[in-house]
T-cell receptor, first 111, second 115 residues
């Protein structure tokens, strides 16, 4: 079955710097890749997603890139702010069926 | 997210007891999901249902049961066979249609603790 690996597990950056989180997936049939942000004790919230017919997608300070050949996708956050501090999860699915999640990245943005 | 609710927020289980977690959505979504989250870990799929009166096991279904008698509701029962049930349980739903197909929206979660 599908397996998703996520790196790094923790990431600390200075406010204003960029942060990059990377995920790899095993099943080449996967075609939907969402990213979720989870603050402590709260529900995961979708922040951006990409489908396999697109190589990159941006939404203000957040962008996701997808490399289908290498089977990896990345989340890029620019001009980080303290409120970006949270745990970020990537996920992959085939034909929008069940999602397989990565193990999460704890991002800390220091003022 | 406001359209999917879970109750209770906290639940305490005694040894040998079955407990049921509620999940309701008014988003008219066809699919619903249950995940378990342990501290510092990712989300693991317990059960999912893509249509009323049908559901499939996820990766960690042992010790859990579900039903899907109504489109809006997908309750999860944690049975006494689940020996380590302490975790944060998240319910999610998604639509299979249009540009938002497959996007899962999560409820606020239920934290289950064993007495």
């Amino acid at each position: 079955g599908e397996n998703v690996e996520q790196h790094p597990s923790t990431l600390s950056v200075q406010e204003g710097d960029s942060a990059v989180i990377k995920c790899t997936y095993s099943d080449s049939a996967s075609n939907y890749f969402p990213w979720y942000k989870q603050e402590l004790g709260k529900r995961p919230q979708l922040i951006i997603d990409i489908r396999s017919n697109v190589g990159e997608k941006k939404d203000q300070r957040i962008a996701v890139t997808l490399n289908k050949t290498a089977k990896h996708f990345s989340l890029h956050i620019t001009e980080t702010q303290p409120e970006d501090s949270a745990v970020y999860f990537c996920a992959a699915s085939i034909n929008t069926d069940k999602l397989i999640f990565g193990t999460g990245t704890r991002l800390q943005v220091f003022p | 997210d406001g359209g999917i609710t879970q109750s209770p927020k906290y639940l305490f289980r005694k040894e040998g007891q079955n407990v049921t977690l509620s999940c309701e959505q008014n988003l008219n979504h066809d699919a619903m999901y249950w995940y378990r989250q342990d501290p510092g870990q990712g989300l693991r799929l317990i059960y999912y249902s893509q249509i009323v009166n049908d559901f499939q096991k996820g990766d960690i279904a042992e010790g859990y049961s579900v039903s899907r008698e109504k489109k809006e509701s997908f309750p999860l029962t944690v049975t006494s066979a689940q020996k380590n049930p302490t975790a944060f349980y998240l319910c999610a739903s998604s639509t299979g249609r249009g540009d938002l197909r497959g996007t899962q929206y999560f409820g606020p979660g239920t934290r289950l603790l064993v007495l």
